[in-house]
C-alpha cells in the first residue's frame, strides 16, 4: 500500500470512527480502536491515527509497529519529542501522557496483544528493530 493510500484509509477510519461514536466497520469492526493525536515533532501541527489499543485501568496501551516497516510511525516520534497528546475512545476524548514502556512491562502487554492480534509477530518478524510499546495515561490538562 503506498504512504497516499494509507493515508485515505486512515482519513476514511478516523470518518467513520467519529460519526459511528467510536465503531468502524470493515476490516477493523472487531478491533478496538482509539483516536491518537499528536503534535508534529516538525511541522508543529496536530495529527491524527486510528490505533489498536488495550485497556489497563485509566491508561491505554498502543504499539508502534508501522506494519513492519524499517521506521516506527510518525506519531511514535511525535510523541517522543513531545509526550502531551489527547485520545479519543467512543465518544470521549482526553488528554494523556505517553510512556515507552520497557522490560517485562513492554513483554506483558505485547504477549497480551499477541493474543488478539497475531499478525503483529509477523511485523516483529520483519522488522529489525524491537516494535515499542506506550502507555498513555490520562492528565488532569482539558482537552
Do not use: C
Not at 476490516?27 to 493525536?37: G, H
Amino acid at each position: 500500500m503506498t504512504d497516499i493510500a494509507r493515508q485515505r484509509l486512515n482519513e476514511d477510519i478516523i470518518q467513520q470512527f467519529r460519526e459511528g461514536g467510536g465503531r468502524v466497520g470493515g476490516q477493523f469492526a472487531d478491533t478496538p480502536l482509539l483516536l491518537l493525536t499528536t503534535v508534529g515533532a516538525r511541522s508543529g501541527e496536530a495529527r491524527t491515527w486510528p490505533l489498536a489499543y488495550q485497556r489497563d485501568g485509566d491508561r491505554v496501551v498502543v504499539f508502534a509497529a508501522n506494519g513492519g516497516r524499517a521506521h516506527r510511525p510518525g506519531w511514535y516520534h511525535n510523541l517522543l519529542a513531545n509526550p502531551v497528546a489527547t485520545v479519543e475512545v467512543g465518544t470521549e476524548s482526553w488528554r494523556v501522557t505517553a510512556t515507552v514502556l520497557t522490560g517485562d512491562e513492554r513483554n506483558l502487554f505485547w504477549e497480551r496483544q499477541l493474543v488478539v492480534s497475531p499478525f503483529l509477530a509477523d511485523f516483529q518478524a520483519k522488522s529489525a528493530r524491537e516494535i515499542p510499546v506506550l502507555a498513555l495515561t490520562p492528565t488532569s490538562d482539558p482537552v
